[in-house]
């Protein structure tokens, strides 16, 4: 079931990812994800434990964005989703890329949940208490409702 799961999601996020608009050189370039999705792909199932930042122990939902950003592109992200909103370039949502993040107020706060946009309107995310980390529509109510922004972060920088 695990595996369905992961190929399920992975199959819808590859065409988005096919699918970037050519831009000028002025504009920023969307970087290629697939790895990033493949590595937090492998975390469905993981527990949800606040401020838990291990795959092994448990994920809330900014620690699991720092594992596979840190993990997949050695990208360090701050620890709060607050913070990871800050430390990211803004977007429309109509500019969502699979790889993007995506920031929820759920805690009548904004930027109070974050998870990582996989393409075709579905987010992976480590949601709350009793829950294991997945992949959701973001066009159901209840997160249509709490959604509050999008951001983008910048590819590594090679030397």
């Not at 790895?35 to 930042?53: E, F, H, K, Q, S």
């Not at 997949?72 to 969502?96: G, M, N």
Request: aromatic residues 8%.
């Amino acid at each position: 079931m695990r595996l369905t799961t992961c190929l399920l999601a992975l199959c819808l996020s590859m065409p988005a990812c096919a699918q970037i608009p050519a831009q000028s050189q002025d504009e920023l370039e969307v970087p290629q994800r697939s790895a990033l999705l493949l590595d937090a792909m492998g975390y469905i199932g993981t527990p949800y434990v606040r401020g838990g930042n291990s795959g092994a122990t448990g994920l809330d939902c900014s620690g699991f964005v720092k594992a596979v950003f840190e993990q997949a592109e050695s990208v360090h992200l701050p620890r709060s989703a607050h913070e990871q909103a800050r430390a990211t370039l803004t977007i429309d949502r109509a500019e969502l890329q699979p790889g993007d993040l995506v920031f929820f107020n759920t805690l009548r706060r904004a930027f109070s949940h974050v998870g990582i946009y996989l393409g075709e309107g579905r987010f992976i995310h480590s949601p709350r208490t009793g829950a294991q980390v997945r992949v959701e529509s973001m066009n159901t109510s209840y997160w249509k409702t709490r959604f509050n922004g999008a951001r983008r972060v910048p590819p590594p920088q090679r030397p």
